[in-house]
């Protein structure tokens, strides 16, 4: 009897992840370049540094063309876009950074840390612009 119990238990949490997975959500599209983000969100694409410092919210996530022009310090880097406006951009050590170029043209995947003084961007990615 405590055999057929015991069995039986083990059966019901196996079957409770597989159920967890057809209840996922669905109806979600999926392109290319978003297959490794959650899908169903967009990522806002700034058209310039001036666009970003005027539009942007702290913490908000947004793409962005342009150049890293200088280092600043060990992990800060001055990023300036096709119009010559520029911004910090910080790369953590904690990533490889070594497909980047000085002046090469990227485009970075950014997290905004924006407060009453200051804005500066957290690259999440970049990848270089061909």
Not at 111 to 126: N, Q, R
Request: overall charge negative; hydrophobic content about 45%; some cysteine.
């Amino acid at each position: 009897m405590l055999k057929k119990v015991t069995f039986a238990a083990a059966l019901c949490a196996l079957a409770i992840p597989f159920a967890a997975v057809a209840a996922g959500p669905s109806g979600f599209t999926q392109s290319p370049a978003s297959a490794r983000a959650p899908q169903g969100f967009q990522l806002e694409t700034m058209q310039s540094i001036a666009d970003l410092k005027k539009n942007a919210r702290d913490d908000q996530v947004v793409k962005l063309v342009g150049r890293f022009t200088s280092q600043l310090s060990m992990e800060k880097y001055e990023f300036t876009d096709s119009k010559g406006d520029k911004v910090v951009a910080e790369l953590d050590d904690d990533k490889n950074w070594s497909h980047i170029q000085k002046d090469a043209l990227v485009e970075i995947t950014a997290e905004v840390d924006k407060d009453f003084t200051s804005l500066k961007l957290d690259v999440i990615d970049a990848r270089p612009v061909k």
